[in-house]
């Protein structure tokens, strides 16, 4: 019974059209006849069509004799599968538990996928915003300068593994580089020098709207055709232009 619900909907364009077909057939039909009684052909066409009737609510309700045995069908089809169901308990139960059980179990893991993946996250304004020429930067980046966004330690949370780098700066303090161990992507960092901060790669957040930098550091080894639009510039660090 499926596969003749399946043929039913496939073929419903081909019956339609054969139908238009055998209708157009007996208004010919009628059309010979008149014409056969001395009728013009234009005229006998006119009254075989008058005769007919109206061409378009033959179509329609041969449509609705159709839909209407499709429905039958498919309401004895509901019947008897609901029959075969009560008379099989045994199969019935542990087939509905597990429909059940796995349904939602996928609703679970859709909705855990849509909140961590999906669904926006809210993410905090930062403290600042900074883009660094240094050196170290350049090179960590593989590119021209590093920009972060810097947050209170309370405010973020990480999870999952990190691979750290330590790095002396020319201040004499630590430079502490955590990254991906998988693919090797610099995230956040921290330094000894200030204390209570993370700096996190923007390019992490993934969005374009992302706060503009506020501040430009170390621009003596910024290359020649970079321009940061900030208000500050420093030579060096934030502590000495």
Known sequence: MLMRRIRYWLGREDRAAALRAEMEQHLEEKAAELR???????AARAEARRRFGNFGASQEQ???VWIARYWSEFCQDVRYGLRTIRAQPGFTIPAVLALVLGIGVNAVLFNVYNA????SWTVREPASVVACHCVDCQRRTGSAFGVGAYYADEHITTTGPTREFVRPTDAGNQFFTYFCPTCG??????SNRNPGMTG??????????????????WERSRHAWVKIPVEHHFDKGRLQK
Do not use: K, M, N, Q
């Open 185 to 190: 992507t610099s995230v956040f960092w921290r």
């Open 36 to 42: 056969d009684e001395g009728l013009s052909e234009r």
């Open 200 to 217: 996190i790669a923007i390019g992490a957040f993934a969005d374009p709207s992302f706060p503009v930098p506020v501040r430009s550091v």
């Open 62 to 64: 041969s449509r609705e």
């Open 116 to 119: 961590l993946a999906l669904a």
